[in-house]
């Protein structure tokens, strides 16, 4: 099976210094060797690559994410010449290529829109709900405050000329944070969708607001006041009970899903790993960048695109961890009652200098206690759906608490 979601890494730096951020502030600093920006050759090349491996494996959609540090450092015309790159070699090819940039948003203006709407480049923008909390994190180096600007380019992003680029937004869960104010000052933005993203951490380094957990591979984590769970219940809660489908949220959707039987969008859950390869602007071939949170290098494979196809890359056991489901998991993992639904979290969650990864995630107590809450909160939607036999279901067809047209759910 071949990889469908590359992340390409146009600019190695960034124009905020936000204090949790993986990259420049975890345990890696290999970012530091690596060009500022990506020159045009590795583009060209990397394109190729790309499509030569999507050429064999033929899926029927892949995502190329341009990424950074910041990509829009690198400006607008070497995002054209990466786009231009990857459509022309996506000459003759079925897969539909979903091609999105990831940005701060502080950059965002008339220039880089009218070349992604040229290229068909969608946007997704990182905000952290109120000003009050996006400033808290999201600020520019010199220290100032970066709200306005990721808002004015917002305002730009939701115009007629530019809406249907328009990807979402993606807030950074923050304990300090009230959740249901974070969801409602992202939904103010009116985001097409939206995702939450939990720190990264490891047992060795935890996220903040965790406390270290056991040191032996086995037995529950150690009691905690699960931080991240009562904020993401909190979120959650506010996002079911509304009376009318608000927006899609990533990690909520998937849990709702998998609870229903289908299908996660979100890398945080479920049995199946990260299908994420990224390309350096050196040309390097890595794991995915969150492996940074690990220890410096931990994402490196070795490989580059001058040397090495991403089939070649893929024989790296990173990778292989990564797709081995349920088997790659520890012994706790495997015997735990909601593993299909949480597949042991992220994998870097899970890594610990003792027994690298062969742990819980991190946030297990959280996970589990959000999983159980889900559980709980559907099984009484569908029960009280079960007592109404349809008379009251809301007007507008709502399957009650899930904000959600009947006929989109598989109520089996
Ligand atoms: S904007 Fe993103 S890449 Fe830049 S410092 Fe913040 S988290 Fe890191
Ligand atoms: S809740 Fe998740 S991380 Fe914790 S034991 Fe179960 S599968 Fe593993």
């Given at each position: 099976m071949g990889?469908t979601?590359?992340v390409?890494?146009l600019h190695?730096?960034?124009n905020?210094?936000?204090?949790?951020c993986?990259?420049y502030?975890?345990?890696?600093s290999?970012?530091?060797?690596q060009?500022?920006?990506?020159?045009?050759a590795?583009?060209d090349r990397?394109?190729r690559?790309i499509?030569?491996?999507i050429?064999r494996?033929?899926p029927?959609?892949?995502?190329v994410?341009?990424?950074?540090?910041?990509?829009?450092?690198?400006?607008?015309?070497r995002?054209?010449g990466?786009?231009e790159?990857?459509r022309t070699a996506?000459?003759?090819l079925?897969t539909?290529?979903?091609?999105v940039?990831?940005?701060?948003g502080a950059?965002?203006?008339r220039?880089?829109?009218?070349?992604?709407?040229?290229l068909g480049?969608?946007v997704?923008?990182?905000?952290?709900?109120t000003?009050?909390?996006?400033d808290?994190?999201?600020?520019?180096?010199?220290g100032?405050?970066?709200?306005?600007d990721?808002v004015?380019?917002?305002?730009?992003?939701r115009?007629?000329?530019?809406?249907?680029l328009?990807?979402?937004?993606?807030c950074?869960?923050?304990?300090?944070?009230d959740?249901?104010?974070?969801y409602?000052?992202l939904l103010?933005?009116?985001?097409?969708a939206?995702?939450?993203?939990?720190?990264?951490g490891t047992?060795e380094?935890?996220?903040?607001?965790l406390?270290?957990?056991?040191r032996?591979?086995?037995?529950?984590?150690?009691?905690?006041?699960?931080?991240?769970a009562?904020?993401?219940?909190?979120?959650?809660?506010?996002?079911?009970?509304?009376?009318?489908?608000?927006?899609?949220?990533?990690?909520?959707?998937?849990?709702?899903?998998?609870?229903l039987?289908?299908?996660?969008?979100?890398?945080?859950?479920?049995?199946?790993g990260?299908?994420v390869v990224?390309?350096?602007?050196?040309?390097?071939?890595?794991?995915?960048d969150?492996?940074?949170?690990?220890?410096?290098?931990?994402?490196?494979?070795?490989?580059?695109i001058?040397?090495?196809?991403?089939d070649e890359?893929?024989?790296h056991?990173g990778?292989?961890?990564?797709?081995?489901?349920?088997a790659?998991?520890?012994a706790?993992c495997?015997?735990?009652p909601?593993v299909g639904?949480?597949?042991?979290?992220l994998r870097v969650?899970?890594?610990?200098?003792?027994?690298?990864f062969?742990?819980?995630s991190c946030?297990?107590?959280?996970?589990?206690?959000?999983?159980e809450?889900?559980?709980?909160r559907?099984t009484?939607?569908?029960h009280s759906?079960?007592?109404?036999?349809?008379e009251e279901v809301t007007?507008?067809g709502?399957?009650?608490?899930?904000?959600?047209?009947l006929d989109?759910?598989?109520?089996?």
């Amino acid at each position: 099976m071949g990889f469908t979601q590359f992340v390409v890494k146009l600019h190695s730096r960034c124009n905020f210094a936000c204090p949790d951020c993986y990259i420049y502030e975890l345990r890696d600093s290999s970012w530091s060797a690596q060009p500022r920006v990506m020159p045009r050759a590795v583009m060209d090349r990397a394109a190729r690559r790309i499509a030569e491996h999507i050429r064999r494996h033929r899926p029927r959609e892949a995502r190329v994410m341009l990424h950074g540090g910041e990509p829009l450092l690198a400006g607008p015309e070497r995002i054209r010449g990466l786009a231009e790159a990857l459509r022309t070699a996506w000459t003759g090819l079925d897969t539909a290529l979903d091609l999105v940039v990831q940005t701060n948003g502080a950059l965002i203006d008339r220039r880089y829109l009218d070349v992604f709407r040229q290229l068909g480049i969608r946007v997704g923008v990182s905000l952290d709900g109120t000003r009050e909390s996006h400033d808290r994190r999201r600020r520019y180096r010199s220290g100032r405050s970066s709200h306005d600007d990721v808002v004015r380019a917002l305002d730009l992003l939701r115009t007629p000329r530019y809406r249907h680029l328009y990807a979402g937004l993606l807030c950074t869960v923050n304990l300090a944070d009230d959740p249901v104010d974070t969801y409602e000052a992202l939904l103010a933005h009116e985001p097409p969708a939206l995702d939450l993203l939990i720190p990264h951490g490891t047992w060795e380094f935890p996220p903040p607001g965790l406390t270290p957990g056991p040191r032996s591979g086995s037995g529950r984590p150690q009691a905690r006041e699960l931080p991240y769970a009562r904020w993401l219940v909190a979120a959650f809660d506010r996002w079911f009970d509304a009376p009318v489908r608000e927006v899609p949220v990533r990690l909520f959707d998937s849990l709702v899903e998998l609870h229903l039987g289908g299908a996660s969008t979100s890398e945080v859950w479920g049995p199946v790993g990260s299908d994420v390869v990224v390309v350096q602007p050196d040309g390097s071939i890595e794991q995915n960048d969150i492996l940074k949170a690990v220890h410096d290098n931990a994402a490196h494979t070795g490989c580059h695109i001058d040397s090495h196809d991403f089939d070649e890359a893929a024989a790296h056991p990173g990778f292989a961890a990564e797709r081995a489901g349920p088997a790659g998991l520890c012994a706790q993992c495997r015997a735990c009652p909601v593993v299909g639904i949480c597949g042991g979290g992220l994998r870097v969650h899970r890594y610990r200098p003792e027994n690298g990864f062969d742990n819980p995630s991190c946030y297990c107590a959280d996970l589990r206690a959000l999983i159980e809450h889900v559980r709980a909160r559907i099984t009484r939607s569908l029960h009280s759906l079960a007592r109404s036999r349809h008379e009251e279901v809301t007007e507008g067809g709502f399957f009650p608490g899930l904000g959600m047209p009947l006929d989109k759910k598989p109520l089996r």
